[in-house]
T-cell receptor, first 117, second 114 residues
């Protein structure tokens, strides 16, 4: 069964606007971590932000913030003030506690973001 | 900076050929991973390793094997390549037992099997 669901295959956003990328997850573990990665057209995967399941505050990293709603099992990424360089594929991923030692991540299908001038 | 290097960015092979994809990391990470990326499916874990000579199957190990003879090197082997193994292959590494434990990825190897 799919553990990470990203329902938006692609979206356009205008430069300087904010964009929200949806991610829902499925786990029965109490301890888990949620990640967002960016993959530009060049192919490398860039780590953006991390949220632990016990973290009380939503994670933020510069223009990236994670809207974590534990009861809804939702971990949406918000990019503020979009820039042309934000055009990329974005992946949501999860690490469950029982595999924490090995650091396995399970990824969603991704959302392609295109930022327009 | 952590560097994960994959030996080939692009490969073209014929059906039935044996294919080696090499990955080297320079940060003394314990964990190494091979993922496969396909459009609409995201990244799927093929194999991972948490120590030298140790390996564990991921979600889609069929048709693949791996080798980890040295801590810094993790190889993915396709014993007999098939057209359905045409894909982007991503190697990653991470430290074990740290709070975030994010994966550091290589640039990927795009394999085409004819």
């Amino acid at each position: 069964a799919q553990k990470i669901t990203q329902t938006q295959p692609g979206m356009f956003v205008q430069e300087k606007e904010a964009v929200t990328l949806d991610c829902t997850y499925d786990t029965s573990d109490q301890s888990y971590g949620l990640f967002w990665y960016k993959q530009p057209s060049s192919g490398e995967m860039i780590f953006l932000i991390y949220q632990g399941s016990y973290d009380e505050q939503n994670a933020t990293e510069g223009r990236y913030s994670l809207n974590f709603q534990k009861a809804r099992k939702s971990a949406n990424l918000v990019i503020s003030a979009s820039q042309l360089g934000d055009s990329a594929m974005y992946f949501c991923a999860m690490r469950e506690a029982r595999t924490d030692s090995w650091g396995k991540l399970q990824f969603g299908a991704g959302t392609q973001v295109v930022v327009t001038p | 900076d952590v560097k994960v290097t994959q030996s080939s960015r692009y490969l073209v092979k014929r059906t039935g050929e044996k294919v080696f994809l090499e990955c080297v990391q320079d940060m003394d990470h314990e964990n190494m991973f091979w993922y496969r990326q396909d459009p609409g499916l995201g990244l799927r874990l093929i194999y991972f390793s948490y120590d030298v000579k140790m390996k564990e199957k991921g979600d889609i190990p069929e048709g693949y094997s791996v080798s980890r003879e040295k801590k810094e090197r993790f190889s993915l082997i396709l014993e007999s390549a098939s057209t359905n193994q045409t894909s982007m292959y991503l190697c990653a590494s991470s430290l074990g037992l740290v709070r975030t434990g994010e994966l550091f990825f290589g640039e990927g190897s795009r394999l085409t099997v004819l």
